[in-house]
C-alpha cells in the first residue's frame, strides 16, 4: 500500500483524485486550506490537514513518509490573479516552491506530480496546440503556472526530484461548484439550463474550448506519477476536440430537455478566441485511454446536479 499527499484535496480535481487512490486500496492524506475546497468532498478514510500549501513547516509535516506527492492546490482563478495578484502569486508559485523545497530539506527524492494549466500558452499563434508551442501567458495566473513548470526542472535537474507537470485544458465534472465565482462555464450552463434558467453567453459564442471530463484528467494523474522522469517534462492534458461556447450550450438545453434560453453578454476583455490542445504525447507517454465525450460527460454531470438536489 503506498501512502500519497494530495494537496488542494478538498478541492474539484482533487477529491475525484483521492476517491481513485482510496479504491486502488492507498493511504492518502489531504493539505488543503478549505479555501474553495471542502471537508464534505472527501470520502471517509482520508486524513486532512488544514493548511496553507505556501507554509513550510505545514507542508513539510504533511510531507512526511509519503511516497509521492499530488500538488494540485492552487487559486484556480484567472479573476483572482487579477484582483490578488501577490496573493494567488503566494498561493500559485510560492506554493510549489514550497512542495519542492520540503522535499529537498527532506533529502528525498519523493516524487511530484504538479496541475498546470493551458493558461501558459497565452493566446497560442494556432490551434490545436502542442506541448511545444511557445508559453506565452496572458494572466498572472498563466504566468505562475509557468513558473510552476521553469520551477519543477530546477528540482529535477538540481535536487533529483522526479517531477511531471500537466497542462490542464478546461476540466469539467461532478462537484465543480456552479456557485463559486470561479466556476467553469460548463457547471454554470449545467446548473442554470437544468432549472429552466436563462444563461448568458460572453460574446457571440464562437470562442471554442477544449473540454475534458474529470475522469480523465484523474487517469492522466495516475499515469503521471508512474513515470518517475528524469527530464521534468509537460503534457496536455485535452480532448483535441474543440467546442463553441454556443455548440456547448446548446448540447446541455438537449440533454436536460429543456429549451434554451441564451442571451449574448458583452465579450469578456482580453479572452482567449481558440483553445484546444493537442493530445497525441500524453497518448502515446501516459497511455491515456480514450476520452469520456462530451455527451456522456454532460449527462454525469446533469444526473449529478440531479441528486445533489434531491
Ligand atoms: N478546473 C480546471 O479546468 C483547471 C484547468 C487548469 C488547471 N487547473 C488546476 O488544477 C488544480 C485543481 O483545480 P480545481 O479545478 O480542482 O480547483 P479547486 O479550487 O476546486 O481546487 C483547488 C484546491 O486547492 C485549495 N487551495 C487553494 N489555495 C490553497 C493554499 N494556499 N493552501 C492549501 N490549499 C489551497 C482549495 O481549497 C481547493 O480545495 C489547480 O492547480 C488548478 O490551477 C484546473
Known amino acids: 500500500m503506498s501512502t500519497w499527499l ?16 482510496l479504491a486502488r ?30 507554509d513550510p513547516d505545514a507542508v513539510g509535516q504533511a510531507m512526511q513518509g509519503v511516497d509521492g506527492c499530488f500538488h494540485l492546490a492552487a487559486i484556480a482563478s484567472v479573476e483572482k490573479g487579477i484582483t490578488d495578484w501577490l496573493g494567488t502569486h503566494r498561493a500559485n508559485l510560492t506554493g510549489t516552491i514550497t512542495v519542492f523545497d520540503a522535499i529537498r ?22 490551434v490545436p496546440i502542442g506541448e511545444t508551442e511557445p508559453c506565452r501567458p496572458l ?19 538540481v535536487h533529483g526530484i522526479p517531477t511531471v507537470g500537466l497542462r490542464f485544458f478546461n476540466v469539467y465534472g461532478p462537484r465543480q461548484d456552479p456557485k463559486s465565482p470561479y466556476s467553469g462555464v460548463i457547471s454554470i ?49 485535452c480532448t483535441g476536440r474543440p467546442t463553441s461556447v454556443a455548440a ?27 483553445s484546444h490542445g493537442l493530445p497525441d504525447r500524453a497518448n502515446a507517454v501516459l497511455g491515456l485511454p480514450d476520452r469520456v465525450t462530451l455527451g456522456d460527460g454532460l449527462a454525469r454531470v446533469l444526473h449529478w446536479m440531479t441528486e445533489a438536489t434531491r
Open 25 to 54: 486500496g492507498d493511504s492518502v492524506r489531504v493539505l488543503d486550506d478549505l479555501s474553495t475546497g471542502h471537508r464534505h468532498n472527501l470520502p471517509p478514510g482520508v486524513t486532512l490537514i488544514v493548511g496553507d500549501v505556501a
Open 189 to 237: 450552463f449545467c446548473e442554470r439550463i437544468a432549472a429552466g434558467m436563462a444563461i448568458t453567453i460572453n460574446g457571440d459564442g464562437g470562442q471554442t474550448r477544449d473540454f475534458v471530463y474529470v475522469a480523465d484528467v484523474v487517469a492522466a494523474l495516475l499515469a503521471a506519477m508512474a513515470l518517475r522522469p528524469a527530464d521534468s517534462p509537460v503534457f496536455n492534458v
Open 105 to 126: 530539506r527532506q533529502g528525498g527524492r519523493i516524487p511530484v506530480v504538479y496541475a498546470s494549466s493551458a493558461a501558459v500558452y497565452g493566446d497560442a499563434a494556432s
Open 139 to 157: 494572466s498572472g495566473y498563466g504566468a505562475d503556472k509557468y513558473g510552476c513548470e521553469l520551477h519543477a526542472r530546477v528540482a529535477s535537474h
Open 6 to 21: 494530495v494537496t488542494g484535496g478538498a478541492g474539484f480535481i482533487g477529491s475525484h483524485l483521492v476517491e481513485a487512490l
Open 248 to 274: 456547448l450550450a446548446a448540447l446541455v438545453a438537449d440533454l436536460a430537455g429543456r429549451p434554451l434560453d441564451a442571451r449574448n453578454g458583452p465579450p469578456r476583455a482580453g479572452e482567449i478566441r481558440h
